[in-house]
């Protein structure tokens, strides 16, 4: 959804971004260096690139607080804007980064005439014309093995007390629809945003995997919790009698309406948590991969990438320069960067 308001368009949802596209004028062999010439301009940080396409954040007080990316295609320019902080409303920020590049971009083609000063710029921008492929790579020693009994731990931890907070409130009557979802997935992403920066949960099957674990045990553990409250407050039972009865029907008297809304509440909480959680978990992940697997390496991958290098030939050349370990994370990083932001 999205409310036009001047030149900021709001959006709202889940997923906020904006998506625009200008035509150039300059030679396409000079469009890199004044799409990198934009970005440095607009204080943008490169994350990744090749000759055909950007991707940049834009920060403020170290928070990552949009995504850009750019896209040759024709002769077009396709710059779409991301948000990574903002939830449920951008503000109209994404339109605002968008409209920023193409003004930006569009002074610097004026700015830009002529061949020579074209030429010029191109010395001194474009990274690919004057890159050199280097003799080593450097290790990415920041990648470390998971710690996979802590995290399960951790989230099991997280499972209890996540269900008896929100049994709790649904047997008071304080739950409130959509809400509490919301509320059980943010405290949820940040438990595991602690797994994959300090447990090293990185790997994509284990990721998921955990998450999955999360997202069943924390529905089942409040449903259960709920019962609990209700038989305690019906027959005054302890824990250690309630798993002992059976547990759903047995001398459980709840409204009709009561168990709407259980089912209502079940329903929201499995589709709002697998459809956003996931989505937000893998972006967590690929910010964290980005921060943690040096540049050079990146540099390496996209400039063969660029140049249509098999990717068993990329690997082979990584392990000859020094990098023998954590291919796959590198390259799961760098197909979700290539899925997400450069391919619609």
């Known amino acids: 959804m999205e409310i036009n308001n001047n030149k900021r368009?709001?959006?709202?949802?889940?997923?906020?971004?904006?998506?625009?596209?200008?035509?150039y004028q300059s030679p396409k062999k000079y469009i890199f260096s004044l799409i990198k010439k934009s970005?440095?301009?607009l204080g943008w940080i490169i994350t990744a690139c090749n000759q055909e396409n950007f991707l940049a954040i834009r920060k403020r007080r170290n928070k990552d607080l949009e995504e850009i990316s750019i896209k040759i295609i024709n002769q077009e320019l396709h710059i779409t804007s991301k948000s990574l902080e903002s939830f449920l409303w951008d503000r109209g920020r994404n339109s605002l980064r968008?409209?920023?590049?193409?003004?930006?971009?569009?002074?610097?083609?004026?700015?830009?005439?002529?061949?020579?000063s074209l030429i010029q710029l191109r010395k001194e921008q474009d990274f690919w014309f004057t890159y050199e492929v280097p003799d080593t790579l450097p290790t990415p020693q920041k990648i470390k093995k998971s710690k996979s009994i802590l995290a399960y731990a951790l989230v099991i931890i997280s499972i209890?007390?996540?269900?008896t907070l929100v049994g709790f409130s649904f047997h008071n009557g304080f739950y409130i629809p959509i809400v509490f979802e919301i509320i059980t997935l943010l405290i949820i992403l940040?438990?595991?945003?602690?797994?994959?920066?300090?447990?090293h949960i990185v790997k994509h099957k284990e990721l998921i995997r955990l998450f999955s674990f999360q997202i069943i045990g924390t529905?089942?553990?409040?449903?259960?919790?709920?019962?609990?409250?209700?038989?305690q407050e019906i027959n005054n039972l302890n824990f250690e009698e309630f798993l002992q009865q059976e547990i759903f029907l047995k001398d459980l008297s709840i409204e009709p309406q009561r168990w709407i809304l259980l089912l209502i509440g079940l329903i929201l909480g499995v589709l709002i948590h697998?459809?956003?959680?996931?989505?937000?978990?893998?972006q967590k992940r690929k910010k964290h991969l980005i921060e943690i697997i040096p540049a050079p390496i990146l540099n390496f991958i996209f400039f063969h990438l660029g140049k249509a290098t098999p990717l068993e030939i990329i690997q082979n050349e990584m392990k000859n320069k020094g990098v023998h370990e954590f291919h796959d994370e590198i390259f799961e990083l760098v197909a979700q960067i290539l899925e997400e932001e450069y391919y619609p």
């Open 160 to 163: 209890v007390s996540l269900s």
């Open 39 to 41: 970005i440095e301009d």
């Open 9 to 23: 368009i709001h959006h709202f949802g889940f997923s906020l971004k904006h998506t625009d596209r200008t035509l």
């Open 190 to 199: 940040a438990v595991f945003h602690f797994l994959i920066k300090f447990c």
């Open 219 to 231: 529905h089942i553990g409040w449903i259960m919790s709920y019962f609990f409250f209700t038989k």
């Open 98 to 116: 968008v409209n920023e590049f193409i003004e930006t971009f569009k002074a610097l083609e004026k700015k830009h005439k002529t061949e020579s």
């Open 274 to 282: 697998i459809f956003l959680g996931f989505f937000a978990l893998f």
